[in-house]
Every structure is written in structure tokens, then in C-alpha cells.
């Protein structure tokens, strides 16, 4: 599959970093993207145009020996267009149900994988009835469309359902019982398209605002079994092909399914120097039916994302050990502009060098939080 074309739906960070993973393996890359900006741009040829313009698709899918998409808001009907001219992956069939809250849990629980007690919501009435159903408090989220804590109402009252409802406008939504839990982790894995799956260690996630903020790879974890299992059911059930994340809540010794992305993901950013094939090449080696590379850690790792403004680059770079990835995106209020990873031999070292990365992209109120 050298000098191979792979076509990506979406020209955001995560499609630029396919991109640099892939220039390396000798494949070319084609973009669709509705913004002239978009940041993956400069790395292929690239197609401005949305994703409901057939014209657009099929300038975009012509010469493309395999398509994949970089998030879940890809609309339905652009996937299906597109399959009619070229093989694409992950299966469009996963994607239509990690971008309904309400079809993805649904299909947790069919595969026996444990998820916080949920309900329907599509009235004023029927969030009522998933109140006194489920108990308080509860989160209302949409079912489609949200993303980094958008689309969400935490409800601890009774009467704070008003204004959850205000917020939803209307939209078909699903309420769940919040979870106390102890920690939110991820597992990422990979399957080629003969079944093979291969593992990362389970990523442990610090979130603020709904954000993702800091993630740590942990070896050797003691629910990465138990989260193994549960991703390998669902791959299977899917038959998937490509990356797939599956992040989970910790509460005690079980883990709660919260949702799943069909795509490479943010908590995995770590592996681009922390494994030793990052979850990029592998994503597009096994679309591409090329041989998964390992998976192993390199050390205890760890991704910082950059929110808004960037740093500056030289206090970054002085903390020893520091990779920094800027998106080349323009900053704005609460958008991912860019990321700093760091690998260390041990955890101890690990903490310390973050609490210095956190420092130079101007977190230090967020320095206290790492313990040494």
C-alpha cells in the first residue's frame, strides 16, 4: 500500500496528526473540510467543502484508495455517499451509534458492558418521569452533538429541570444518574481488518470545564482486564476496523461505560512518543490491511492539552523530556490549540516533569494537583 491516497473526512488536529504519521509510511493524504482553515490542510490535498455537498464528496472521494473521518459529527448521509465510491473506515455503523448517547448505551448494555443507569428524554414530561425513575442527582445530556462538556445540564433539584430543559431546546436528550466516581479512564485498542486487536495500557483522565486536560498512561493497571473484555466485545460485535476508545468511570471495582469514539482519540495523545507504534499509524495501518504495529509503553507517559492561547514555546521546551505539538489552529475560548507530552522512566519523574510543563503553559494553579 505504498504512495497509497488515504482520504479523511475532517481537517482538524487529529486529522493533521494521521497525517504526520502516515507522510513517514510513503501514504498520501486527501481532506474534506468545510473550513478554508482547517489546520490538516498543508499536509494533502484538500477539499473545502461541507459535508453535504455531493459534488464536494465526490471530488473528495475520486483517487482515494481509503477513507476515515477524524470526529463523530460527520453527517450519516456523507458516510453512506462516500462508501458508494471507496472503503472506508471505521464501519459508518459505529459511528451512527457513538453519536447517539442513547443507541450507544443501549448497545453497552446489549453486550452486558455496565453503564450508569440512564433514560430516554424527548418531553418536559418524560424528564419528570427519568427523575423519579433515576433519582438525583442526575446529568441531562443531548443525544447527539455534544462534545467537551457541551450539550449538558447537571440536575441536583427538582426544580432545576426547567432550566435544563431550557437549555436542551428541545432536543431528544437522555438523563443519567451521576456517578460518584473514583477516577475516568480510557482504553484505546486497534483491529485490523482480519480480527487481530491489539491493546495500549488503560489512560487515566484529568477533565476540567469538560475538557480534557492532563492524561497518564498506566501500565499494568488493575482494570485493564476488566476494560479489555469489555472493548474486545464490542469490537467484535462492530466488526471494527481501526482505533476505538472506549472511556469508562471508575467507581470502586467497576467500570462504567460513558462513551465511545470510533476514532483516534485525545486521551491517546500520549502514544505519539509514549508507545511504540502511536495510535496514528496504527489507526491507518489496519484501515490500510497493513500489519499492527506493537503497542507496548515506552515508560510512564503523559499528554497536557493546550487550551486557547499557546505557550511560549521556549519555556516548553526547557522542561527536559518535553514534546510540543502545536495544531497551528487560531486560538479562541476553550479550543484545543495544541498538546505537550512526556515520557519518564518512572512515575516520580513523570509528576515532576508535569508539574513543570504545567507551569510553562501558564497552569499553575493546576501545579499543586501533581503529587510527586
Known amino acids: 500500500m505504498n504512495c497509497a491516497v488515504v ?32 489546520c490538516a490542510a498543508p499536509l494533502g490535498e484538500f477539499v473545502a467543502s461541507g459535508y453535504d455537498d455531493p459534488d464536494g464528496l465526490s471530488r473528495f472521494a475520486s483517487c482515494a484508495d481509503v477513507v476515515t473521518y477524524e470526529f463523530e459529527n460527520v453527517p450519516q448521509n456523507a458516510l453512506y455517499f462516500v462508501r458508494q465510491r471507496v472503503s472506508i473506515f471505521p464501519p459508518p455503523e459505529a459511528l451512527a451509534v457513538a453519536s447517539d448517547r442513547l443507541k450507544e448505551k443501549t448497545l453497552f448494555r446489549k453486550l452486558d458492558i ?44 427538582k426544580n432545576d429541570a426547567d432550566a435544563a430543559w431550557r437549555q436542551m431546546k428541545g432536543a431528544a436528550s437522555i438523563l443519567e444518574r451521576y456517578v460518584e466516581f473514583d477516577r475516568e479512564v480510557s482504553l484505546l485498542a486497534v483491529r485490523s481488518k482480519h480480527g487481530e486487536i491489539a491493546f495500549y495500557p488503560l489512560s487515566e483522565n484529568e477533565h476540567q470545564k469538560g475538557i480534557l486536560h492532563i492524561s497518564r498512561s498506566r501500565p499494568g493497571d488493575v482494570m485493564e482486564a476488566a476494560a479489555q473484555k469489555h472493548v474486545r466485545r464490542l469490537m467484535d460485535h462492530l466488526d471494527y476496523v481501526g482505533l476505538l476508545a472506549l472511556e469508562f468511570f471508575q467507581a470502586g471495582e467497576c467500570l462504567l461505560a460513558n462513551e465511545m469514539a470510533p476514532r483516534v482519540h485525545n486521551s491517546g ?79 516520580n519523574d513523570l509528576e515532576d516533569g508535569l508539574r513543570k510543563i504545567l507551569y510553562a503553559v501558564n497552569r499553575e494553579e493546576q501545579c499543586a494537583q501533581c503529587v510527586a
Open 269 to 347: 495523545h500520549w502514544t505519539i512518543e509514549g508507545a511504540a507504534t502511536s495510535q496514528f499509524e496504527n489507526h491507518l495501518r489496519a484501515g490500510l490491511g497493513l500489519p499492527l504495529g506493537s503497542t507496548a509503553p515506552r515508560g510512564h507517559a503523559a499528554m497536557v492539552n493546550i487550551i486557547g492561547l499557546p505557550p511560549v514555546s521556549e519555556k516548553v521546551l526547557a522542561v527536559p523530556g518535553a514534546k510540543l505539538h502545536l495544531y497551528g489552529k487560531e486560538p479562541l475560548p476553550g479550543r484545543k490549540t495544541g498538546h505537550v507530552t512526556l515520557v519518564e522512566s518512572t512515575e
Open 114 to 157: 455496565p453503564t450508569p443507569p440512564f433514560a430516554a428524554v424527548s418531553s418536559r414530561a418524560d424528564l419528570d418521569i427519568a427523575m423519579e425513575s433515576l433519582g438525583l442527582p442526575a446529568v441531562l445530556k443531548t443525544r447527539s452533538q455534544g462534545y467537551d462538556g457541551k450539550g449538558q445540564f447537571v440536575l441536583q433539584r
Open 7 to 38: 482520504g479523511v473526512l475532517g481537517g482538524g488536529q487529529l486529522a493533521r496528526m494521521m497525517a504526520l504519521a502516515g507522510l513517514s509510511l510513503g501514504l498520501r493524504f486527501k481532506f474534506l473540510d468545510p473550513s478554508s482553515a482547517a
